[in-house]
């Protein structure tokens, strides 16, 4: 399996002349406000139930806009029980992940309870048409979450395109339309996906890590008019796997201005993945409106996912690229990035 170095630029160093000064201050270099997507990924029913919310609260204080987008068939968490065995996986529970914020239910679901069906149960349906009539971009993150991060590259391709395609009725009978955007479960993605999304109607995606934006290849090499726009900063949780951001509240506070940095340093639109989990979560959601809050004030903007592949269309022509998985800094499983 490939690993991305430190010049692969998922280090997450910002230049050296990366400046923490808000728009408009003197000495600011930058003349267009920088630009920072929030995609938010909800797993779980849980994340859904509660996490979402608790986001849509804060969103709607600040004035941000963000892109939502939901698992909508079974929760299966318990049954990711099995990447404990992964090198990395503990350490990263007990500083600060999705799972440090199930709780103990929704790690047994699949398990030794059942594994509910997210956009069956009212309330968390309630929770996605919120998020929609908030004036939230809402779309596809996955039927079942764990399933697919762990099963996809082994999956044939009928069972891609069925899984997509289950997914895609669920949500336009949940919310009244096809979803034109989506992002994969760990990022985790291949050209036959591509290939499903395509099928599905999905028109911008955010399965990959670093990098510009593109548009994936098809399993046969060509095209998809797709334009694959990459999470570009670190997650919080791989930035609390650090001793300098982990180790103590005061280290965790630390984590605002790095991400800042990282955006001002940015050509185009940066990518932040968040979760319903963990910034919508008990534990650490004060921190991450201690963060949205001196985004804010720093001048940075928010569009959506749709908002960022029409800037970089009307950028230029944008290349093609094959997706290939590969292993990153802080994270335990594989992630997809564009070639070349």
């Given at each position: ?212 934006p593109f548009h994936p290849a098809r399993p046969d090499g060509s095209p998809s008019p797709i334009v694959e726009v990459p999470s570009t900063l670190p997650t919080l949780d ?44 008990r534990a650490l959601h004060a921190l991450f409106a201690r963060q949205l809050a001196a ?46």
């Amino acid at each position: 399996m490939p690993r991305l170095e430190a010049d692969d630029g998922l280090r997450h160093r910002p230049p050296k002349d990366a400046r923490l000064l808000p728009l408009g201050a003197p000495g600011a270099r930058r003349v267009t406000p920088p630009r920072l997507v929030l995609k938010v990924d909800v797993d779980t029913l849980s994340g859904t139930v509660d996490g979402v919310p608790r986001l849509l609260d804060l969103f709607a204080r600040e004035g941000v806009r963000a892109t939502f987008l939901f698992s909508l068939g079974p929760d299966t968490t318990g049954r990711a029980v099995k990447r404990v065995f992964r090198k990395g996986f503990v350490k990263k529970v007990l500083r600060a992940s999705p799972a440090a914020s199930y709780g103990l239910r929704t790690m047994l679901y699949g398990t030794l309870l059942p594994a509910p069906d997210i956009g069956k149960r009212p309330a968390a349906a309630s929770r996605m048409r919120e998020a929609l009539a908030a004036g939230h971009e809402c779309g596809l993150h996955a039927w079942d979450h764990v399933d697919w991060h762990d099963r996809l590259p082994r999956m044939p391709r009928g069972e891609v395109l069925a899984t997509v395609a289950r997914a895609a009725a669920r949500f336009e009978e949940l919310l009244g339309a096809r979803p034109l955007v989506a992002g994969a479960p760990g990022w985790t993605a291949n050209a036959l996906s591509v290939e499903a999304y395509e099928a599905a109607g999905i028109r911008v995606s955010s399965d990959t890590r670093g990098g510009r934006p593109f548009h994936p290849a098809r399993p046969d090499g060509s095209p998809s008019p797709i334009v694959e726009v990459p999470s570009t900063l670190p997650t919080l949780d791989e930035l609390l796997a650090e001793d300098r951001f982990g180790r103590d509240a005061d280290a965790r506070e630390a984590t605002t201005g790095h991400l800042l940095s990282l955006v001002a340093a940015s050509a185009g639109s940066a990518v932040h993945s968040i979760h319903t989990e963990i910034e919508g979560g008990r534990a650490l959601h004060a921190l991450f409106a201690r963060q949205l809050a001196a985004w804010k004030e720093a001048g940075i903007r928010f569009p959506t996912l749709r908002e960022a592949a029409e800037e970089a269309l009307a950028a230029g022509s944008l290349p093609c690229r094959r997706l290939a998985l590969v292993t990153i800094p802080n994270r335990a499983t594989p992630v997809a990035r564009q070639e070349g």
